[in-house]
């Protein structure tokens, strides 16, 4: 089906490219995330999974939704892959509330989809060698895999894991910051 739709837009935009000499480069199938609870990411794995987003099954479903979105009969460009940030969906903010995944969850994900550590709340206190670790984390799991990993992680300032955020933001969900051992 989103195949279908996309190759729609695209008939569309090689039209548009043609009237206008403009260049058609392809088109970026991200999901995008949403602050509305019926288009969170989270919540549409849940209707796949027999659990709450992190639940056993939130692998396949990324590996899954990965290959779907880099495999689609059309121009693809820009990252055209799954995003999982955990601050701009509402059902990813919740499920970070309930603790049902953690940093190394979100990273084991990375490995078939490529989002990396997106939007992350973390402690204030954080040191830098546990930042440094956690990069160096991900920074080993991008060369193995031979892919570029993104990395928004964001130091609260003041405030402890498990202390809820404070975002000042219509782009932000507020959540639970994240414990790091």
């Given at each position: ?92 903010a ?25 939007t992350?709340?973390?402690p ?58």
């Amino acid at each position: 089906m989103l195949e279908t739709e996309l190759q729609k837009i695209e008939a569309i935009a090689k039209q548009i490219s043609a009237k206008f000499a403009i260049e058609y480069n392809g088109i970026d199938t991200s999901l995008a995330p949403s602050l509305d609870k019926s288009n969170s990411i989270a919540f549409a794995y849940e209707k796949l999974l027999h659990g709450k987003f992190g639940s056993p099954g939130t692998l396949a479903i990324s590996g899954m939704l990965t290959r779907v979105l880099k495999n689609v009969s059309i121009k693809i460009c820009g990252y055209s892959g799954l995003m999982l940030p955990v601050c701009e969906d509402v059902g990813l903010a919740t499920r970070a509330n309930e603790q049902t995944y953690d940093l190394t969850n979100l990273l084991l994900y990375s490995a078939v989809c490529g989002c990396g550590l997106d939007t992350v709340p973390l402690p204030g206190d954080i040191s830098v060698e546990q930042i440094a670790a956690i990069l160096i984390d991900q920074a080993t799991l991008a060369l193995k895999l031979n892919k570029p990993l993104s990395a928004r992680l964001f130091p609260i300032p003041n405030k402890k894991a498990g202390e809820m955020t404070t975002f000042n933001s219509p782009y932000l969900v507020d959540c639970q910051i994240f414990a790091v051992d």
